[in-house]
Structures are given as C-alpha cells and as structure tokens.
C-alpha cells in the first residue's frame, strides 16, 4: 500500500491545459507515461486514451476524465479586448479579476479578467458573462490578431499548485486530473504484475461539455463487465456550505455515489447495488474510510455505463473538492492516499463477480 503522494506528477497533471474538446497535452502526457510502462496504450478518434493491464479474472475498466472547464474566445473587440465563451461549468463566481492564460500559440499569453475598481463597484452586481472581457494588452483588434488570437482561441485558468497547511492542495482542475493522477499511480505499479481483473484504464475527454457521451466508444471498444469511475464531486464543509444537500467533507475519505442527478432534466446516475457493495467491503475489510454520496447537482463520466453494451455494472468513486470548477479547488491529500489505497486493494483482490452482479437490495445489511 502506498503512503504517500507524487506531488511532481500531480502538480505537472494540474499545470497542464486541457481545456474540454482541446485535451491534447494532457493525452499526449498521459499516453507518453504509459507507453513508456510498456502498456499497450491506444488513442481513440475523438482523442480518449485507454491502456491495458492484462490479469486473470472479469473485465474491469477504471475512468477519468482529461478534460477541464474553461473559456475560448467568442469575438475580438475593436479595442483589443476579448469577449469570452464559457466551456464546461467554469465558476462564474471566481472569475472577475482572475489570471488567465490565453493558448493562441504553444506558451500561453497572460490575460486578465476586467474587473470594475472597487471604488465605482458599490452596489454593483458582477457582470453576465456576455460582459465579461479579458485584457492581453493589446490596444486594437489587429494587435490581438497579431499575437495570434482568433475566435475559438482556447483559454484556461492559469495554473496554482499550492499546499494548504500541509495536507490539501490547492489548484486548478484537480477535477479530474486527480483521477488521472490515481489511474496512472495504479499503472506504474502494477504495468509489470498481473492483477486479479483484465484491467483496461481509460482516460476519456469531454466530460465537462458533455459528460459521459465521450465514454460510450471506450466501453464499446473495451467491453467491460465492470466499470468504476474516478473523479471529484462537491465537498460541503465549507461555512457557506454546512447543513447542505450532503455531509460529504474532506479528509473523511473517498466518496462511494449512490446517485447523482442534474435537477430539471432526467440526467444523472444510479451506481449498481452489488459493485458499490463490493467496493465498500473492500474498503472495510482494508480499514480505509469511504464515505456515501447522494448529490444533485453535477453527474460524471460514468453516467451513460449502466445503458452500454449489454449492460455494465457501474460504480463512482469521488474525491471530494472544494470550489470546483475555480482556479483554487481544494482537495485533501489523505483521501488522494485513501483512494489510491483502495484501487490498489481493489485490483489487487480477487472479483467474486456473480455475487456482485447478481446483488440483490433484499437480504443484505445495511451498513
Ligand atoms: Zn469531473
């Protein structure tokens, strides 16, 4: 079991731009880490990589997403300033005043979000997005064009990597790179043993501009029988946020979903009974606290597994983060170490799979 964290690789997964629909650096990366593993490591034609780990027993495919929220450029403005498109859910709360960065070549260009000067901002509410602009300093619309920029050109947050108190981190888009930081952690060590499932990684794309649809040539191509998720979800700890929907915290473990949902439409995602059951037996069974999520609100990769194929079981692990989708989410490093801990435990133990799929609600314990 591993006790600690790859800071590097986390900080270097953070740092990278993958905008949602733009995540080549992070696949380029992620594909580079695990070819070098001698993995057989494929990418797919809307740009998901999946890598196999061969073992012995049911087909098992573990999910993160690449992708991160962020802006593209809608229009130049005759004086040089950008108007902004919002891709994905990126926090409109944090945004006036933040660093950007603006990818209209392959080093980016620094941009900052206008923001009213306090002085003229007495009761003001901040701006709608369409009145969001974003200064690079230049003074016309020709000058913005010369440094490259056209419409469509991909702007993420600007990268922080920063330890809070020693124990959380803070950065941008640990939702999801944290699940790309645990699935590649798992890779590296067990690219050279044989675990207890046919093992396949995937790290899919567009998860934040359109949740699981990225997810369905993956399954598709891997056919698992078996699927867990890796991502973030919303932490309610904060003092904004106590008494809220869920008592999800930092620092009390992973997340196990029951369900998610997006209220006001049929969106969302039910984890299969019997998976979700084995995951928290392992969990007890290794000692490593796991907390239950019933969330409305956001929904994950996952979400379209359960209808793919034939059907698959489907489970979501989740880390939970604090202001998500903002340049500064916040997650802690001992659920990091929990869930690595817990996938280790999982792929390494073996699959009593008719038990988990054939799980029924009636005659179990609760927990
Ligand atoms: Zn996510």
């Known amino acids: 079991m591993s006790a600690s964290m790859d800071l590097d690789l986390l ?22 880490r695990l070819a070098e593993l001698g993995l057989d490591t494929r990418v797919d034609t809307i740009g998901n990589v999946t890598a196999h780990i061969p073992g012995s027993g049911p087909r098992l495919m573990l999910i993160a997403h690449m992708d991160e929220v962020g802006f593209m450029v809608r229009k130049v403005y005759q004086n040089g300033f950008l108007a902004v498109q919002r891709v994905g859910g990126a926090s409109q709360h944090a945004l006036s005043g933040q660093l950007l960065h603006v990818w209209a070549d392959e080093s980016p260009l620094p941009g900052v979000v206008g923001v009213l000067p306090q002085h003229l901002a007495m009761d003001v509410l901040p701006p709608p997005l369409e009145k969001v602009y974003i200064d690079v300093g230049a003074s016309s619309r020709e000058e913005a064009f010369a440094l490259g920029i056209r419409p469509g050109t991909v702007i993420t947050h600007a990268p922080t990597f920063e330890l809070l108190n020693k124990k959380m981190i803070c950065a941008k888009a640990l939702d999801d790179r944290i699940g790309c930081y645990l699935l590649l952690h798992l890779a590296e060590r067990w690219h050279n043993r044989r675990p207890e499932c046919e093992l396949w990684l995937a790290f899919v794309v567009q998860e934040e501009s359109h949740l699981g649809r990225a997810t369905l040539p993956v399954a598709r191509a891997v056919k698992p029988q078996l699927a867990i998720g890796v991502d973030a979800t919303l932490a309610f700890d904060t003092p904004d946020l106590t008494d809220g929907q869920t ?3 930092l620092g009390e473990g992973p997340a196990i979903k029951v369900m998610d949902h997006l209220p006001g439409t049929l969106w969302g995602f039910l984890g299969h009974e019997g998976l979700r059951s084995h995951v928290e037996d392992v969990a007890e069974k290794s000692g490593l606290p796991l907390q239950r999520e019933i969330v409305a609100g956001l929904s994950t990769a996952v979400a379209p597994l359960p209808f ?26 001992d659920d990091v170490v929990t869930a690595d801990n817990l996938l280790e435990a999982l792929v390494g133990s073996t699959w009593p799979l008719d038990r988990i799929l054939r799980s029924s609600p009636r005659g179990r314990r609760e927990r």
């Open 11 to 32: 900080r270097h997964l953070t740092s990278l731009p993958g905008l949602s629909g733009f995540e080549r650096p992070v696949a380029d990366f992620i594909f580079g």
């Open 247 to 249: 008592d999800v915290a």
């Open 308 to 333: 793919a194929e034939e059907g698959i079981a489907t489970a979501a692990l989740s880390l939970p983060l604090r202001y998500s989708h903002s340049p500064v989410e916040v997650l802690h490093m």
